[in-house]
């Protein structure tokens, strides 16, 4: 029975992860510092994130280790962690991270603090999370419509430095909060980097491009919303010279829905139609006319264009495209849906 109820709740939600090397970076010949990793066993389902020291020089290894360890803490022992106390779940997670870390500094021969990083992660298990934070970047939900901040950057005692996994007494600067899900849709997990161009500082508050990113999460098919939030992602690379990561865990809901539940003017959003207003109507009949022969089984360009009467080099320039550059489709000749 245990494994039915953890297969249901696994398939409700989804993750998106990746990180991206900064253009400061890219310059000076260092490998990406920023980590992400997602696993799903034993009905539960977490997303990590971790943003290796600048300092340490073997952070990005370090990085790594943290984000696979704290998914395999998680999934196997997100009972025991959820109805342990503070203190002594505290002192467990960060005893087997450290283990970890130790036993990659053996391998490496190195300092345990040459793999310094910090730390995010979100885990879900039926109705409840559990969010872990050590350090900076930020952690939000999606709930009732709103982004809202669960977990603030610890930048410690100055405003340019933090805490890292390696610190010393770590235990104390380790964040972890328990709770519900009912009524959040998504988890989104910002290192630094990504945050510049996603979260207002003085305003302490998302920006809607988060509700964006996590829309198209649920409207394409993985690969493809991989694909196209990466290439999106350049405007955000611009913003900073750090390396940019983003980690999400999402499912479909009222806020977040597939293409078929948009109303009109939702499509026409993400499409990023532009044409006057009284013709944005007509234009949307026909690209959803577009979809739902494609859905039936039919992907030849010319025969779609017969079906709803119109040119080849009109359907292409002002329809196709739309669908193109938002993912929705792919393929020339032959067109393929990339909607879940």
Not at 246 to 252: N, S
Not at 310 to 335: A, C, D, M, P, W
């Amino acid at each position: 029975m245990a494994s039915k109820v953890g297969q249901r709740y696994r398939t409700m939600w989804t993750t998106i992860n990746f990180e991206l090397c900064g253009t400061g970076h890219k310059k000076e010949g260092i490998p990406c510092q920023d980590k992400t990793y997602s696993a799903s066993d034993n009905g539960v389902i977490v997303s990590a994130l971790a943003d290796g020291a600048g300092s340490a020089v073997f952070s990005h290894f370090g990085a790594e280790t943290a984000v696979r360890s704290v998914c395999e803490y998680l999934t196997n022992n997100f009972l025991e962690m959820y109805n342990s106390d503070g203190v002594s779940a505290k002192q467990k997670i960060v005893d087997f991270l450290v283990g970890q870390l130790t036993q990659k500094a053996r391998e490496m021969n190195c300092r345990l603090k040459d793999l310094a990083s910090t730390l995010l992660a979100v885990a879900i298990y039926q109705n409840e999370c559990i969010i872990i934070h050590i350090g900076d970047g930020i952690i939000g939900c999606l709930r009732n419509g709103n982004v809202q901040i669960l977990s603030y950057p610890n930048n410690g005692e100055f405003s340019n430095s933090t805490y890292f996994v390696t610190t010393d007494n770590v235990v104390k600067y380790i964040e972890i909060k328990k709770g519900s899900v009912n009524r959040i849709s998504g988890f989104v997990l910002m290192s630094d980097g990504t945050s510049e161009s996603f979260y207002n500082k003085r305003e302490k508050m998302f920006s809607d491009g988060v509700i964006k990113i996590m829309q198209h999460s649920i409207l394409l098919n993985d690969i493809t919303a991989l694909e196209v939030i990466k290439n999106n992602f350049d405007l955000v690379l611009e913003n900073t010279l750090d390396d940019c990561s983003i980690a999400m865990v999402i499912r479909k809901s009222k806020e977040l829905r597939t293409y078929s539940e948009l109303s009109h003017d939702e499509k026409i959003r993400i499409l990023g139609c532009k044409t006057k207003y009284r013709l944005l109507k007509k234009k949307q009949k026909k690209i959803d006319a577009i979809i739902k022969i494609i859905e039936s089984g039919e992907h030849n360009i010319d025969i779609i264009c017969k079906r709803i009467k119109s040119n080849k080099s009109f359907v292409n320039q002002h329809i196709l495209s739309y669908l193109r550059s938002s993912g929705i489709i792919s393929g020339t000749n032959e067109i393929y849906l990339n909607l879940r």
